[in-house]
Antibody, heavy 120, light 106 residues
C-alpha cells in the first residue's frame, strides 16, 4: 500500500526548531518528487517546500531561509528542518507526493499530517 | 506568484443539485490545474488533474473544465458524501491553492 506517515510535530517556542519526518512506503520517494503542504487552524492549504527527484529543492517565500527539506534515500524518508519558528508557522503539516509525469504535477498521495504549534 | 481565487467561498445546496465552483488565476495556468476535496479532520483528496482529467476512483459526477485564467469544477448531482471543502491548485508555476469553497447542506 502506498502510504506517507509524518512524525516530529509538537509544541515549540518562538525562535525554536523542529524536524519533521515523512516515511514513505509502497514506492521509492526518489521516483516522485516530494513536497510539504501546511494548513493553519481553520485555514486553507499552503505549499511549503519541494525536493525534486534529482535532489534539488525549492521553498515558498514565507519559509525560505528558515526551512530546509532533505531526504534519506536508504530510509525512504523525507525531512523538513524548521528553524527560527514563528507563531504564523503553527499548522498541520502534510507530506505529499507529486504525481508521476513530466514537469510539475499535482499531489496524489497525502499523509495524515503532523501538528506544529509555535507558542510561548 | 500566481494567485488563485475561488468563488463562491461557501455554497449551500441540496442533494441532487448541480454545483459549480469557479477558480480564477491571476495569470494563465494553461490546463495545469487540480481540484481537491477535503473533509473535516482528513487530508485532501485529489479529484481532478490537468483541468479535466478524473483521478482514478473518483465518481463521474465530478468534472472539470476551462483553461487559462478561469476554470471550473462541476458536480452534476450532489450526493451526501460530497458535502466538503473543495480547493483548486495551480501547478503551472510551483504550486498555489485557492482559498477553498465549502459546500454545505441547504
Amino acid at each position: 500500500e502506498v502510504q506517507l506517515v509524518e512524525s516530529g510535530g509538537g509544541l515549540v517556542q518562538p525562535g525554536g526548531s523542529l524536524r519533521l519526518s515523512c516515511e514513505a512506503s509502497g514506492f521509492a520517494a526518489t521516483i516522485n518528487y516530494m513536497s510539504w503542504v501546511r494548513q493553519a487552524p481553520g485555514k486553507g492549504l499552503e505549499w511549503v517546500s519541494v525536493i525534486y527527484t534529482g535532489g534539488g529543492t525549492h521553498y515558498a517565500d514565507s519559509v525560505r531561509g528558515r526551512f530546509t527539506v532533505s531526504r534519506d534515500i536508504f530510509k525512504n524518508t523525507v525531512f523538513l528542518q524548521m528553524d527560527s519558528l514563528r507563531a504564523e508557522d503553527t499548522a498541520l503539516y502534510y507530506c505529499v507526493r507529486g504525481a508521476r509525469g513530466p514537469g510539475l504535477r499535482p499531489f496524489d498521495i497525502w499523509g495524515q499530517g503532523t501538528v506544529v504549534t509555535v507558542s510561548s | 506568484d500566481i494567485q488563485m481565487t475561488q468563488s463562491p467561498s461557501t455554497l449551500s445546496a441540496s442533494v441532487g443539485d448541480r454545483v459549480t465552483i469557479t477558480c480564477r488565476a491571476s495569470q494563465s495556468v494553461s490546463s495545469w490545474l487540480a481540484w481537491y476535496q477535503q473533509k473535516p479532520g482528513k487530508a485532501p483528496k485529489l479529484l481532478i488533474y490537468d483541468a479535466s482529467n478524473l483521478e482514478s476512483g473518483v465518481p463521474s459526477r465530478f468534472s472539470g473544465s476551462g483553461s487559462g485564467t478561469e476554470l471550473t469544477l462541476t458536480i452534476s448531482s450532489l450526493q451526501p458524501d460530497d458535502f466538503a471543502t473543495y480547493y483548486c491548485q495551480q501547478y503551472n508555476t510551483y504550486w498555489t491553492f485557492g482559498q477553498g469553497t465549502k459546500v454545505e447542506i441547504k
